[in-house]
Nanobody
Framework: QVQLQESGPGLVKPSQTLSLTCTVS??????????WSWIRQAPGKGLEWMGA???????YYNSSLESRTSISRDTSKNQFTLQLNSVTPEDTAMYYC??????????????WGQGTQVTVSS
């Protein structure tokens, strides 16, 4: 009964940093051998895996976003976070956190949050 829930501001100004938090219940971020991913979907586009943090704390990123992306965790709160720097309107999307079997774009997605809409606009 793993549940995930995203939280954070729904509106971010261009050039600022997008920051989201995923709160996990029913499962631990440190349990072998799971990964905790961020995935997004822009309007009219497919799902895009952004990156993940593994059970050991090691991070993995989509190469197209790595220069702007940082994922971290707080195991005491069972939360992990996404930071996306220097955002533009093209970063407008529905953002999801998910439990996955691996740290890759094609890894099986086991559980999803409900998603949170983020709009980048001035």
């Amino acid at each position: 009964q793993v549940q995930l829930q995203e939280s954070g501001p729904g509106l971010v100004k261009p050039s600022q940093t997008l920051s989201l938090t995923c709160t996990v219940s029913g499962g631990s971020l440190t349990t072998n051998y799971y990964y905790w991913s961020w995935i997004r979907q822009a309007p009219g586009k497919g799902l895009e895996w952004m990156g993940a943090i593994g059970y050991s704390g090691v991070t993995y990123y989509n190469s197209s976003l790595e220069s702007r992306t940082s994922i971290s965790r707080d195991t005491s709160k069972n939360q992990f976070t996404l930071q996306l720097n220097s955002v533009t309107p093209e970063d407008t999307a529905m953002y999801y956190c998910a439990r996955t079997q691996g740290p890759y774009s094609d890894s099986r997605r086991l559980d999803w949050g409900q998603g949170t809409q983020v709009t980048v606009s001035s």
